[in-house]
T-cell receptor, first 114, second 116 residues
Framework: KAGVTQTPRYLIKTRGQQVTLSCSPISGHRSVSWYQQTPGQGLQFLFEYFSETQRNKGNFPGRFSGRQFSNSRSEMNVSTLELGDSALYLC?????????????FGPGTRLTVL | AQKITQTQPGMFVQEKEAVTLDCTYDTSDPSYGLFWYKQPSSGEMIFLIYQGSYDQQNATEGRYSLNFQKARKSANLVISASQLGDSAMYFCAMREALGGYNKLIFGAGTRLAVHP
């Protein structure tokens, strides 16, 4: 079974631009969560999508948004990029059937904002 | 307040020896899960082991075991017979039922270096 895939793997943008990251979950997984990882703040939860609905949201500004499609693929968008948005963005998928379900992570998208 | 605390920024271990990575957590939710993930320099988070708050026995997965002490709110990862490929960052994470099943709270991580 193929794992979680994320595209692109690397991105370089400039301040003020916007960016869209994509995540394809493991086949059959209905939940996709997004995390931001930075050296200063560590790993922080951004949001979770389940059946095309945002089910949970972390403490990030409205510039960070996402969506999920009917095939469970998810996209994350960051508008008006700031230098502090430079980070590794990880997505994770899970079956979301029980509370014990494990989240499996993709390889991440490394975003650099200049 | 920190919900997940990993007090060891870095650890060194000799190849083939066992190593324990510490993790303490804080929650008032009676239903929660604890996870350990490994992150090599490539960046991908690799799931290692899971322990549910109601599980009576400590979880084990191959060379990995979780020393779960509920009263002390600790969930230490034990890696037996360390291998060079175990060199990586290790993250402890918690999921609270009330916080949403797919919202993981991570600790700051421990960097493990395995020496030959």
């Amino acid at each position: 079974k193929a794992g979680v895939t994320q595209t692109p793997r690397y991105l370089i943008k400039t301040r003020g631009q916007q960016v869209t990251l994509s995540c394809s979950p493991i086949s059959g997984h209905r939940s996709v969560s997004w995390y931001q990882q930075t050296p200063g703040q560590g790993l922080q939860f951004l949001f979770e999508y389940f059946s095309e609905t945002q089910r949970n949201k972390g403490n990030f500004p409205g510039r960070f948004s996402g969506r999920q499609f009917s095939n469970s693929r998810s996209e994350m968008n960051v508008s008006t990029l700031e230098l502090g948005d430079s980070a590794l963005y990880l997505c994770a998928s899970s079956l979301a059937v029980t509370g014990a379900d494990t989240q499996y992570f993709g390889p991440g998208t490394r975003l650099t904002v200049l | 307040a920190q919900k997940i605390t990993q007090t060891q920024p870095g650890m060194f271990v000799q190849e083939k020896e066992a190593v324990t990575l510490d993790c303490t957590y804080d929650t008032s939710d009676p239903s929660y899960g604890l996870f350990w993930y490994k992150q090599p320099s490539s960046g991908e988070m690799i799931f290692l082991i899971y322990q549910g708050s109601y599980d009576q026995q400590n979880a084990t997965e191959g060379r990995y075991s979780l020393n779960f002490q509920k009263a002390r709110k600790s969930a230490n990862l034990v890696i037996s017979a360390s291998q060079l490929g175990d060199s990586a960052m290790y993250f402890c994470a918690m999921r609270e039922a009330l916080g949403g099943y797919n919202k993981l709270i991570f600790g700051a991580g421990t960097r493990l270096a395995v020496h030959p």
